[in-house]
């Protein structure tokens, strides 16, 4: 059972450690997001650059736009828009799938931002989280004891006893008393007493079952 309970924590000990690191992944993609992006996110997936009506997808560092019909996907500013400076222009975050499939949305959405400028980027930034080599901390697990949370420990008692159960009470091993028995008193083995039956108090036993004794014949005349 203990093998059991042992097997079950160590694995869901596992599960939440790769839950957490997977989690981690997700949540930061700081160092992937280029130096003209905007400072202050932990996680990007797209930019919208309302100027020159495109979009960046930070994962695969390729600028999405339309042209002829169908949306590009390039290393490189389109064709009409190469002097284009972004670190001047303004980038919208949009932590969406394929935002360029609802195209439509936030063209006219975000339509009030072209020209806009100013914002904070990433170059600039003294947060250290943009400095080289930055690693999300990690917050440490408190040590255990081998015991879940909200349950005490073994509270002192000696090994072998379950929460909650006396232990032995000083009772020398090996009596066969249960706990909240007496033990033999003190009388010496073999007697075939019962607990809380008297002994024979030592006196001697006859050898004739216990029974007293009658007087022989030897005493008696004999006919011849």
């Known amino acids: 059972m ?3 309970i042992f097997a079950l924590t160590f694995l ?11 989690q981690l992944t997700i949540s930061f993609n700081i160092s992937s997001q280029p130096r003209w992006g905007p400072a202050g996110y932990n996680y990007v997936q797209y930019y919208y650059l309302p100027d020159i009506d495109c979009y960046y ?15 590009i ?21 949009i932590n969406e799938p394929h935002p360029y499939l609802n195209h439509s949305y936030y063209h006219s959405k975000y339509a009030s931002y072209r020209g806009r400028m100013g914002q904070s980027i990433i170059r600039d930034s003294r947060d250290p989280r943009y400095r080289p080599g930055y690693r999300p901390p990690v917050k440490p697990k408190p ?10 420990g073994n509270g002192g008692r000696p090994p072998g006893n379950k929460p909650g159960q006396p232990g032995n009470g000083g009772r ?16 010496p083995p073999g007697n075939g007493n019962k607990p809380g039956q008297p002994g024979n108090g030592g006196r001697p036993q006859p050898g004739n079952g216990g029974k007293p004794t009658r007087p022989g014949n030897t005493a008696k005349p004999t006919n011849g």
Request: hydrophobic fraction near 25%; glycine fraction near 14%.
């Open 172 to 187: 020398p091993p090996g009596n066969g008393n249960k706990p909240g028995q007496p033990g033999n008193g003190g009388r």
């Open 12 to 22: 869901f000990s596992v599960l939440l450690f790769k839950q957490a690191d997977a």
């Open 73 to 93: 996907h390039s290393a490189i500013l389109p064709p009409m828009y190469r002097n284009y400076n972004l670190y001047n222009g303004y980038k919208v975050v």
């Open 2 to 4: 203990k093998k059991l």
């Open 57 to 71: 997808y930070v994962t695969t560092r390729q600028f999405i736009y339309l042209s002829g019909g169908e949306w």
């Open 143 to 152: 040590p255990g004891n081998g015991n879940k949370p909200e349950k005490p």
